[in-house]
């Protein structure tokens, strides 16, 4: 299945995709994508309904995040082996493990803020996946079921801001708007393998990012099982997964983000996310 959240921010109806692309309207069935529809009883529900037998959404509508009522909110760093090398740190013994404010959610073609002062705003290409059942101290061998479902998501940072050290991230991480989520939230058993996906990142046109999931450090697997021996996950949280290489911050020359700037993610799968830097006054 393909979930969606549609309508205008704050405001977003519970959807699913049919077989022609058309989001049908799940307002009628569940009040949101979040908390007990993501558990494999709640997704059952929804795999048994039939999606023409929905209403049928209206002209083009904004989409939402595809997943509400986010609890928490977690990046990992340097989870491409690449992209470690490209930044010149060390290889992570352990998954580095961040905090994203969950108000930095928001749809996978929102604009992106730029607020006037963040002068090295960079993009992220990440997998993402939302855990859908509660998760504690889970070993590697079971951790994939507890994992709803995958995204796209956008990492967005501004690089400056990270120069304090790994207390500072949140910082650099959580402005409104640097969560872009989605489109779709597809889920596992559509994705029988999150370890072999292709991501892709084009700024202005131009291919910044080419990686796959194969490259991680650290899989899908073993962060649901190393996050979970220290905190409880439970339906909704989300966890982006690093980022492949070309970030701007380490091209030669470096790219950062501007008004403008046209950004296309792409995972294999998962859709399309397309968002533009807009100036905030």
């Known amino acids: 299945m393909k979930l969606v959240r549609f309508g205008e921010f704050g405001q977003e109806k519970p959807g699913i995709l ?3 692309g058309g989001i049908r309207d799940l307002s009628g069935i569940v009040a949101d994508i979040a908390d007990e529809v993501l558990t494999p009883a709640g997704l059952k529900r929804l795999r048994e309904i039939d999606p023409q037998s929905l209403p049928l959404a209206e002209g083009n509508p904004r989409l939402g995040a595809p997943v509400g009522n986010v609890r928490k909110f977690f990046g990992i760093g340097l989870n491409y082996r690449d992209h470690a090398e490209e930044t010149g740190l060390p290889i992570p013994e352990v998954p580095i493990v961040f905090v994203k404010a969950t108000s930095s959610i928001c749809g996978p073609n929102d604009d992106v803020l730029a607020p006037p002062d963040f002068k090295r705003m960079d993009y992220e290409v990440e997998l993402g996946f939302v855990i859908g059942s509660t998760a504690k101290r889970v070993p590697v061998e079971s951790a994939l079921d507890y994992v709803a ?3 796209i998501g956008n990492d967005v940072s501004e690089r400056s801001l990270q120069k304090g050290g790994p207390g500072e991230w949140i910082k650099a991480k959580s402005y409104e708007t640097f969560g872009p989520l989605g489109p779709w939230l597809v889920t596992s058993d559509e994705i029988p393998d ?3 996906l ?3 990142m084009d700024l202005n046109g131009e291919r910044m990012q080419t990686g796959n999931t194969s490259t991680m450090i650290f899989s899908v697997a073993e962060l649901v099982s ?3 021996k220290y905190m409880t996950l439970v339906p909704g949280d989300v ?3 690093g980022t492949p290489p070309g970030v701007g911050m380490a091209r030669n020359p470096r790219v950062f983000l501007k008004p403008g700037d046209d950004m296309v993610l792409r995972i294999s799968g998962l ?4 968002s533009v830097v807009v100036a905030e006054s």
């Open 226 to 228: 190393y996050i979970s």
């Open 149 to 151: 479902g995958y995204c």
């Open 271 to 274: 859709g399309e996310q397309h």
């Open 239 to 241: 966890v982006v997964t």
């Open 194 to 196: 999150p370890q072999n």
């Open 198 to 200: 292709d991501l892709t």
């Open 18 to 20: 049919d077989a022609n």
